[in-house]
């Protein structure tokens, strides 16, 4: 990574870095940002960030944009190019950063980016979106398919399944940021004293929430702000996702299996309202395993941590049926698009039947592992029919000895919740008991 030679540069420069990784690499986000934004200071990682964010979210109507003023396509060894462009665009349209910032620093980056013999052109480009801003925000709001930046495949389902109206509040939710949600641990402080330390600590917060553990502040900070964080006092978690351990509800002495559970967001959780349960942690990706593990510790939490594959139980099960099961399956993840705005262009169309198949295999393999009179909590972080209502429809016709039980509020059998209902993510659960 270049080091950044005039202020701002380095993060445009780190921004353009990591929309390439993104777009052209199919790398995520998460796993591109650190790579590329070590060496800039805190304020530059942040405006970096923010960058990389917004480009996502807009990306559709930031092509738009470039594709009007440059004469032809850039050539495929200028792609990083083109990403520097959609960074200083999302500035000058979007961002609304001084325009003088915005370009020379943006200019200023190609260099960064061994691209000095195009800086010329980024300033042409640039100056262009300057002049004509309102002609183009006016082309801009005048294409329909331009408003809701999300691909067609994905815009088509969502509005199928939806219908236009809802639809379009799934749209508009995707592309907003997400809020920080926090989960205190009930185990260690309560609601009222966390409140009263997080006013000490001068952290906005919003007083109602439909769950006791669940906080949502007015603006994100570093978890190291956070009071208690590193004793263990709270943790950051959706308030979406927390519904699990709420809904898969624990008893004591009971037999528990998370599976899927790295990071360990609600394996974490299941323990905080149950510790006296016995809870078996189980998920295929050694590195994402290791985060279930300092989670664990931070929060002073034990589980019998296993790297495992949930569709190959004779690996690693001891043969002895579990009360509950939390199956929180690998998902298109479209529930999560404002916290991944890479999402949109990383998943394919064809990948979600994929998915519904591993999800409905992994559902298999996790029902015979369940005890007759036992409950399972089906999860994802889907709002698509084919992983969710669609799959659990498909498993009852399938298993005779399977009854769902209520779990929405309403007293539905599933729970699907949209991205932004009470600014939550997008959810699904389903609750299935096995006869006896
Ligand atoms: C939605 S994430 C789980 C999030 C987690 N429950 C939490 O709350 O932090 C899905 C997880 O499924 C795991 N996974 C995917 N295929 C698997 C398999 N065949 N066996 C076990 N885990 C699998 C992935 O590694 C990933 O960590």
Redesign the pocket.
Known sequence: MATPHSAGAGSRAAAAQALFMVLEQGRSLSQALPLVTSSLSGRDRALCQTLCYGVLRFLPQLNFVISHLLAKPLKKDLAILHSLLLVGTYQLIFLRTSDHAAISATVEAASLLQRSRQKGLINGVLRNVQRQREQLEAALASHDELQHNHPRWLADLIRSHYGPEQAEAIFSANNQQAPMWLRINEQRTDRAQYLARLAEADIGYHDESPLSSAIQLVQPVDVQRLPGFAEGMVSV?DLA?QH?AWLLNAAAGERVL??????????A?ILERQPDCTLIA????AT??Q??HD?LQRLQLNAEVIN?????PDNWWNGEHFDRI?L????S?TGVIRRHPDIKWLRRSQDIAVLAQ?QA??LDTMWSLLKPGGTLLY???SILPAENSEQIAAFMKRHDDARQVAVAPTGSPDWQWLPGEHAGDGFYYAKLEKRT
Do not use: E, Y
């Open positions: 978690q996702a699990a998370d599976c899927c559970a790295a990071p360990g967001g609600k394996t959780h189980v998920d295929s990706d994402r395993l985060r279930v989670n495992g594959d949930a569709m190959q939390l929180d399956a690998p998902c993840a591993l295999d992994i999860a994802t972080c």
